[in-house]
C-alpha cells in the first residue's frame, strides 16, 4: 500500500475509498493475455494498481507493471474506462474500494532491473478458452479481440 493509501485509511479505516487505477492488457504473439497471481490468495488479475498524486495515467501503468511483473512497458491504446458497483472490491483485511481503471493495451519494451513485488505469486499467459475468472470484470471483448 502506498503512503498516500496509509494515510487516507488511517483516517477513515476500512470504509469505502473510490480509486483512479490503471490496468495493462499485455499481449504474447499468440495473443494470450499476461496474468498475475496475486501472493495473497486473492486470484488472477491484469497487471494493476492505483494513480499516485502527481502521477499522470501513463506513468502509472508504466510504473506499476514495472514493479508488479518486472516488465518495462509502453502504453500504446486506452481499450476502456470502468468502474461502478462491478468494480468494487473487498481485500481480506477488510478494506473496501471501487475502482475507475483506464485499460491500456501496452507493449513490452524491456525488462525492470528491480526484483518483482512480492504480491506476485507467478505469472502466465492465458488464452481466452482457458482464461481463470479474474477479481475485477473486464470484458473479454476487450481483453481478446
Not at 487505477?21 to 488472477?44: C, F, N, Y
Not at 475485477?136 to 476487450?142: K, V
Request: net charge negative; glycine share 12%; aromatic share 8%.
Amino acid at each position: 500500500m502506498s503512503p498516500y493509501l496509509r494515510h487516507l485509511r488511517s483516517k477513515i479505516g476500512h470504509d469505502l475509498l473510490l480509486l483512479p487505477s490503471v490496468a495493462a492488457v499485455i499481449r504474447d504473439l499468440e495473443g494470450r493475455v499476461l496474468l498475475q497471481e496475486k501472493s495473497s490468495g486473492e486470484g488472477w488479475s491484469l497487471p494493476a494498481g492505483g494513480i499516485e498524486p502527481g502521477e499522470s495515467p501513463a506513468e502509472a501503468i508504466r510504473r506499476e507493471v514495472g514493479e508488479e511483473v518486472g516488465i518495462l512497458v509502453e502504453p500504446q491504446q486506452i481499450l476502456g474506462v470502468f468502474g461502478g458497483s462491478g468494480f468494487r472490491y473487498v481485500y481480506p483485511n477488510g478494506d473496501t474500494v471501487e475502482y475507475t481503471v483506464i485499460l491500456y493495451h501496452c507493449t513490452p519494451i524491456g525488462t525492470s532491473a528491480a526484483p518483482v513485488d512480492p504480491e506476485t505469486r507467478s505469472l502466465r499467459y492465458f488464452g481466452m478458452a482457458e482464461m481463470p475468472k479474474l477479481a475485477l470484470p473486464y470484458p473479454s471483448s476487450i481483453l481478446f479481440p
